[in-house]
């Protein structure tokens, strides 16, 4: 994780901060650069308040633009006077403050922090201040939108909205995700305090308490998950912002932590791996595949011929499976009861497969509405701790282990079926727009999503074009006829290492 800082060490060890000014504030204050020394050799040290200094001359300056419309260009002096007011909060009044000019007409600024105490003070002047002026300078709002935006927000304490914010979360959320969204903003209410007032809170806390964690010894996976919580869509400060306790904006806690190339590698290196032909044929292959009970093996049979998620196969209801233009297809929807969705680009029509319909889904499907079934798989709970796909993984991570247990290492599991499809159908030349409508996944490029248009259930089946295959080039050779057997035989088959008991 890279913390943005303007940081020089000198010949001696100590660490300086320098900034420039800039370009259309240049005139006004009658300077190019501004210079602090803060009295540490620690790197850590020095990156905190850098980034404390470099958030709020960035916003001093914006403090500037505003009020630089009205002003002539100041003389040196009151320069000083005013950059040190716009960066100054109450709480540095006891805190001493060197300011040297060199020849070339910097300026030097120096905050003596010789105690904790000091630092503190130096820290809570980031969050707390009584002048109007200063509490614009840390807004993450201009200063223009400042007071309008200040007069709608209701005050509350970051306990209080952390309640707040994962009762919001109850009954929408699986049960280990909640855990998960209950950690990271504990964290955060534990590193700022739990008094603190939300709205008080900065970006430049926010970086803080990333670099705290980095330097606790999170990984960059850890962060990221936490700012996903925190601060992405749907996140603490969403909530925070949508419920008028905190100004709409900026989000503070977004855009601190992101994966440098070598790290992008590392989790493609030790992601899930798709099957190769060997791999699937043994998967599937009939004398293995009965081990499974049938409901796996019908859920098996679908993540590798659609791509879908455990989650998304787990929650299919047999009003799911509909005809559209003459095709018989899947449709992963967050319509009916507790049915969820990744993304909004997870909701889709996914024609099945001929392979598929010769495998007697069709007649499966028909025969469980005969029964009065809603559901395709009803032992997929909804509320079970890992969501819907929960039993769906288990049951083929165990199959696996026995087909599986002398493969070379790697991490595969029901997720590999997805990612086999997703390959397969890049080698069979299916266009990267088509393989995303088909499994659900958003392309990074901003062009397709704003621009491109849904592929019709025919194209995604047939293909777009003449020469553009779709979902029917998906093959896997496997031996429909036998397989076809054991997914319509509804008889249970004994498990591997267990004996059928034989009533004398």
């Known amino acids: 994780m890279r913390i943005p800082h303007h940081l020089v060490r000198s010949p001696t060890g100590a660490w300086s901060f320098r900034q420039r000014v800039p370009a259309d504030l240049q005139d006004l204050l009658d300077r190019r650069l501004i210079k602090r020394t803060l009295r540490t050799s ?23 633009r505003v009020r630089g419309r009205h002003m002539d260009k100041l003389g040196k002096k009151e320069a000083d006077e005013l950059i040190a007011r716009l960066t100054q909060a109450e709480g540095l009044k006891d805190l001493t403050l060197h300011r040297t000019r060199a020849p070339d007409g910097t300026v030097s600024e120096r905050w003596q922090i010789d105690s904790d105490e000091d630092l503190r003070l130096f820290q809570q002047a980031q969050r707390q201040s009584n002048d109007p002026l200063l509490d614009a300078v840390n807004s993450p709002l201009s200063p223009r939108d400042f007071a309008a935006a200040r007069a709608k927000i209701t005050p509350i304490a970051l306990a209080d909205a952390r309640d707040g914010w994962l009762a919001s979360l109850q009954g929408s959320t699986l049960p280990k995700t909640l855990v998960i ?12 305090g739990s008094k603190t007032k939300l709205h008080t809170v900065t970006r430049t806390d926010l970086a803080r308490w990333y670099q705290h964690m980095r330097d606790e010894g999170a990984s960059t996976p850890t962060l990221t998950n936490k700012q996903s919580y925190v601060g992405g869509k749907g996140g603490f400060f969403e909530w925070a912002m949508a419920s008028g306790h905190y100004p709409k904006g900026d989000n503070p806690a977004a855009g601190h932590v992101s994966y440098s190339i070598r790290e992008k590698r590392a989790r493609k290196k030790f992601g899930f791996k798709a099957y190769d032909a060997h791999q699937v044929q043994a998967l599937f292959a009939p004398a293995a595949f009965e081990g499974l009970a049938l409901s796996a093996r019908w859920a098996a049979v679908i ?53 598929l319909i010769a495998l ?48 070379p290492a790697g991490k595969r599991g ?38 491109s248009r849904d592929f019709t259930v025919r194209e995604k089946l047939d293909g777009p074009g003449p020469t553009t295959p779709g979902l029917s080039a998906l093959g896997f050779g496997l031996n429909l006829p036998a397989l076809a057997q054991l997914l319509l035989d509804t008889a249970p088959k004994p498990r591997a290492g267990r004996k059928r008991l034989v009533n004398s």
């Open 42 to 64: 620690d790197l850590g040290e020095a990156r905190l308040r850098a980034v404390l200094l470099a958030s709020r001359y960035a916003q001093a300056f914006d403090a500037l």
């Open 181 to 192: 969204k209950k950690t990271a903003v504990e964290a955060l209410v534990r590193f700022l």
């Open 303 to 355: 993540g590798l011929h659609t791509g879908a998620r455990a989650s998304e196969v787990g929650q299919l209801l047999t009003g799911d499976v509909i005809e559209e233009d003459g095709l018989l297809c899947i449709r992963v929807s967050d319509e009916g009861e507790h049915q969820k969705v990744k993304t909004e680009v997870s909701l889709r029509t996914v024609p099945v497969h001929p392979d």
């Open 360 to 407: 007697g889904f069709r007649e499966w499907v028909d025969g469980l509405r005969a029964a009065g079934a809603e559901r395709l798989f009803p032992a997929a709970k909804a509320d079970a701790k890992n969501g819907a796909g929960n039993w769906i993984t288990k049951a083929f991570g165990r199959h696996l282990e026995q087909v599986g247990k002398n493969w």
């Open 414 to 451: 029901f997720h590999s079926l997805r990612k086999t499809v997703i390959q397969s159908l890049q080698g069979a030349g299916v266009p990267s727009e088509l393989r995303a409508q088909l499994v659900g996944h958003e392309l990074d490029d901003e062009h397709h999503s704003t621009y």
